[in-house]
């Protein structure tokens, strides 16, 4: 039993929230019923951390894209994705950034676009 899903079971109980149709046994099902209700699991902490959600930075109008696939054919699978994106800019292309070992022979591509029509 991890720490996150030890943890996990024990802030149901503590924080009260009803899990009724979700079998505990499941670690998603239950991550994903902590996640709606506020909680989430901070990785370099160790622990879960509850955040209300009136208090969350309003949403990005960006979409952002990560085309990964093999180095030879990252960047035209990336032109792909840019040629068929329809009703949106794009703003932003990254470089190819190689993975690491094991995938060395992998990269990606970050892509941001703008919607048509959006505010900023």
Request: net charge positive.
């Amino acid at each position: 039993m991890t720490a996150k899903y030890k943890s996990a079971l024990a802030i149901v109980v503590k924080a009260k929230i009803k899990a009724a149709g979700i079998d505990m046994a499941n670690q998603e099902a239950l991550y994903e019923l902590l996640q709606q209700h506020g909680w989430f699991w901070d990785s370099k902490a160790g622990w879960w951390e509850h955040h209300d959600a009136a208090e969350a930075d309003a949403p990005t109008e960006l979409i952002h894209i990560r085309v990964w696939a093999d180095l030879d054919t990252v960047a035209s699978a990336a032109d792909t994705v840019v040629q068929n994106i329809v009703g949106c800019k794009l703003i932003e292309r990254s470089k190819i950034y190689p993975c690491r070992p094991p995938k060395q022979l992998e990269g990606r591509i970050y892509l941001k676009f703008m919607p048509k029509g959006a505010k900023s």
